[in-house]
């Protein structure tokens, strides 16, 4: 059986491609019902329901792990920590895009590096 530890690794990224999707809808829910949360990056999130809706929906196993947390604290805020989820995905959809970018000119510079160094040594 899978941990729980490797469940919650595997969250952001799942959010993150619903929350993309989706964000067509979500945005204009959100804004009508003011059912925006701050989050800890000075950003704010989605009401902990539309997380946990999408992410038990998208990781099943994470089902079993849910009763019992669920028991200790039905605050979802609280779940949404626990499940690493309590971030602004605008935010952080930004920075994965410019930490790409970036990893993107380094694996060109070093391909160009290559491809100099190749054609110094076919002048020698």
Known sequence: MITFEEIKATLPDKWLLYYTTNHSWIKPLMDNRKWWHKTPDDGKRPCADIILGAITALEPQLSFWMPPFCKLNSDGNKLIEV????????????????????????SDDQFMRQIREQNKQGED
């Open 83 to 106: 499940l690493g989820l309590n971030f602004d995905p605008e935010k952080e959809l930004k920075k994965r895009s410019e930490q790409s970018s970036k990893l993107s000119i380094k």
